[in-house]
T-cell receptor, first 112, second 115 residues
Framework: QKEVEQDPGPLSVPEGAIVSLNCTYSNSAFQYFMWYRQYSRKGPELLMYTYSSGNKEDGRFTAQVDKSSKYISLFIRDSQPSDSATYLCAMSADTGRRALTFGSGTRLQVQP | GAGVSQSPSNKVTEKGKDVELRCDPISGHTALYWYRQSLGQGLEFLIYFQGNSAPDKSGLPSDRFSAERTGGSVSTLTIQRTQQEDSAVYLC?????????????FGEGSWLTVV
């Protein structure tokens, strides 16, 4: 079983919809949680960063972390065609390996 | 440049040949990472460098893979005797320091195809 599980999609929504992207994980030591967006043939770019549990909002994006359930979410409000990309969750602990552990990514398509 | 720079952007090689992939991190970033991304897959950690410390090589899939970082800056990932399963995007990333949870910034990747 992978340490981080993420539904690969594709997830297709109409423009303006609220999108919910999720990851589950098994390592209870994970403390840092990130969402990266990756456009086709580009490198991943950081969207959201959260430490420990709670919510964080940045414009149309909201990240949620529920450590008790080992579950993280990214919500996109008023989705736009330009949001069409692959979204990767990533996380790390505060001991041991410093490199991030990534989910496999969810491909999102926002239809105009 | 301002970002992580990788070269070549695309490489097609014959099975059994060696390849070298180069990464130039963001200026001032002391931590450097290599990841591999196969088609439709997530990012697989390969190796991590931090300053003059011994690198974390725990993600290298076989002894055909090696990496070095010269002068604490540019890094080269070498794959010897390439196999078809090595076909993937090799992504380099850097971060300002080795603090846990530090934000890492990725390059555009080197797309390797082994034929």
């Amino acid at each position: 079983q992978k340490e981080v599980e993420q539904d690969p999609g594709p997830l297709s929504v109409p423009e303006g919809a609220i999108v919910s992207l999720n990851c589950t994980y098994s390592n209870s030591a994970f403390q840092y949680f990130m969402w990266y967006r990756q456009y086709s043939r580009k490198g991943p770019e950081l969207l959201m960063y959260t430490y420990s549990s709670g919510n964080k909002e940045d414009g149309r994006f909201t990240a949620q972390v529920d450590k008790s359930s080992k579950y993280i979410s990214l919500f996109i409000r008023d989705s736009q065609p330009s949001d069409s990309a692959t979204y990767l969750c990533a996380m790390s602990a505060d001991t041991g390996r410093r490199a991030l552990t990534f989910g496999s990514g969810t491909r999102l398509q926002v239809q105009p | 440049g301002a970002g992580v720079s990788q070269s070549p952007s695309n490489k097609v090689t014959e099975k059994g040949k060696d390849v070298e992939l180069r990464c130039d991190p963001i200026s001032g970033h002391t931590a450097l990472y290599w990841y591999r991304q196969s088609l439709g897959q997530g990012l697989e950690f390969l190796i991590y460098f931090q300053g003059n410390s011994a690198p974390d090589k725990s993600g290298l899939p076989s002894d055909r893979f090696s990496a070095e970082r010269t002068g604490g800056s540019v890094s080269t990932l070498t794959i010897q005797r390439t196999q078809q399963e090595d076909s993937a995007v090799y992504l380099c990333a850097s971060s300002l320091s080795d603090v846990y949870g530090n934000t890492i910034y990725f390059g555009e990747g080197s797309w390797l195809t082994v034929v």
